[in-house]
């Protein structure tokens, strides 16, 4: 084989094997990536049942309750607008509490109630999560000074 022939199927070569890498790196990064949405956004999107993603709002007042067996969690999560059931088996953050911001990583079950399997709250009393607070702004219920939310 000529050089110059040895060079282009070197050059060949190392651009498939580019392409490949490139092509699981994106692949890994698909199946990883977790959308945040707004109960507005899941009740205008209708996302299909165990779909996973994130998410955010206020934890409605008065929405909090314990089943029996002391570990399963039931609460609403609202952005003012809409509303979504989530149930959340294991300890919750404490600073988790009514009123206040709240992302959930999870998956919607077929009853439309969202299972979360993360729940992460605010870590003091001025901070809210971004996208929590970008939601609120969006739907016109922003309080600023970490003000509650009211109905």
Same mark, same amino acid.
């Given at each position: 084989?000529?050089?110059?022939?040895?060079? &282009?199927? %070197?050059?060949?070569?190392?651009?498939?094997? !580019? /392409?490949?890498? *490139?092509a699981?790196?994106?692949?890994?990064?698909?199946?990883? !990536?977790? @959308? @945040?949405?707004?109960?507005? #956004?899941?009740?205008?999107?209708? &996302?299909?049942?165990?779909?996973?993603f994130?998410?955010?709002? &206020?934890?409605?007042?008065?929405?909090?309750?314990?089943?029996?067996?002391? %570990?399963?969690?039931?609460?609403?999560?609202?952005?003012?607008?809409?509303?979504?059931?989530?149930?959340?088996?294991?300890? &919750?953050?404490? !600073?988790?509490?009514?009123? +206040? /911001?709240?992302?959930?990583?999870?998956?919607?079950?077929?009853? /439309?109630?969202?299972? *979360?399997? +993360?729940? %992460?709250? =605010?870590? #003091?009393e001025?901070?809210?999560?971004?996208?929590?607070? #970008? *939601?609120? =702004?969006?739907?016109?219920?922003? !309080?600023?000074?970490? +003000?509650? *939310?009211?109905?």
């Amino acid at each position: 084989m000529r050089p110059k022939r040895r060079r &282009l199927a %070197l050059v060949v070569a190392a651009m498939v094997t !580019l /392409g490949v890498a *490139a092509a699981l790196v994106l692949s890994a990064f698909e199946d990883n !990536l977790v @959308f @945040f949405n707004s109960p507005s #956004d899941v009740v205008e999107k209708r &996302l299909p049942p165990e779909t996973r993603f994130r998410l955010g709002g &206020l934890v409605e007042e008065n929405s909090v309750t314990k089943e029996a067996d002391g %570990l399963t969690t039931r609460f609403r999560v609202t952005d003012m607008k809409h509303t979504v059931n989530v149930r959340y088996t294991g300890m &919750l953050p404490d !600073l988790f509490r009514e009123g +206040q /911001g709240v992302v959930t990583d999870g998956r919607l079950g077929p009853d /439309g109630v969202f299972v *979360a399997s +993360q729940v %992460l709250a =605010k870590h #003091d009393e001025n901070y809210m999560p971004p996208e929590v607070a #970008d *939601a609120l =702004k969006k739907s016109g219920h922003w !309080l600023p000074d970490g +003000q509650k *939310a009211k109905p």
